[in-house]
T-cell receptor
Framework: GQQLNQSPQSMFIQEGEDVSMNCTSS?????WLWYKQEPGEGPVLLIA?????ELTSNGRLTAQFGITRKDSFLNISASIPSDVGIYFC???????????FGQGTTLQVKP | DGGITQSPKYLFRKEGQNVTLSCEQN?????MYWYRQDPGQGLRLIYY???????QKGDIAEGYSVSREKKESFPLTVTSAQKNPTAFYLC?????????????FGDGTRLSIL
């Protein structure tokens, strides 16, 4: 019940294309987080989701908390070269604040 | 300029040696965390602390130790008992673990074996 399944594992796209990635879990929980990690750096929080059905945007990024509370997706519109990195979904264990991470989606953007 | 500072950026360990990784935050966060990241994998929790002078084991605590004597500091010691210590180590903090507050990360320490 702890594991998060993130897909796709990697993506190689052309600049300007839209991107979609998702994360699923076998159990219900209350918080989805999406992070981006660039090489040699720590993950940076992109979007936090707290309610089932919630849809939140951050610039060209949009994320949704699935209505079943078992999944989430992240969309990036009109990708640019600086979008390159690894995108992680994570769930927050409410009583401890512990994060459980997905395996990550590696995004490469061709100029 | 508030944030989480990890040092050193790169660290090398000899066989049988203990090494300590530093993590300092000036965000006034109560909770702090240590994660390990291996190539091509997500982050795994080593230890966490929700309050000063208290800490809990995470999923992969064997071969590691921590202390939390000050709110702003949460050093991690990689002991000689950790047989595969080569990895990228990330420290994080949050307002309070039980309040569903997102964690914010430092820039990591890369540990290698000589």
């Amino acid at each position: 019940g702890q594991q998060l399944n993130q897909s796709p594992q990697s993506m190689f796209i052309q600049e300007g294309e839209d991107v979609s990635m998702n994360c699923t879990s076998s159990s219900i929980f209350n918080t989805w987080l999406w992070y981006k990690q660039e090489p040699g750096e720590g993950p940076v929080l992109l979007i936090a989701l707290y309610k089932a059905g919630e849809l939140t945007s951050n610039g060209r990024l949009t994320a949704q908390f699935g209505i079943t509370r078992k999944d989430s997706f992240l969309n990036i519109s009109a990708s640019i070269p600086s979008d390159v990195g690894i995108y992680f979904c994570a769930r927050l264990q409410s009583n401890t604040g512990k994060l459980i991470f997905g395996q990550g989606t590696t995004l490469q953007v061709k100029p | 300029d508030g944030g989480i500072t990890q040092s050193p950026k790169y660290l090398f360990r000899k066989e049988g040696q203990n090494v300590t990784l530093s993590c300092e935050q000036n965000l006034n966060h109560d909770a702090m965390y240590w994660y390990r990241q291996d190539p091509g994998q997500g982050l795994r929790l080593i230890y966490y602390s929700q309050i000063v002078n208290d800490f809990q084991k995470g999923d992969i605590a064997e071969g590691y130790s921590v202390s939390r004597e000050k709110k702003e500091s949460f050093p991690l010691t990689v002991t000689s008992a950790q047989k595969n210590p080569t990895a990228f180590y990330l420290c994080a903090s949050s307002m309070a673990g039980y309040l569903n507050q997102p964690q914010h990360f430092g820039d990591g320490t890369r540990l290698s074996i000589l």
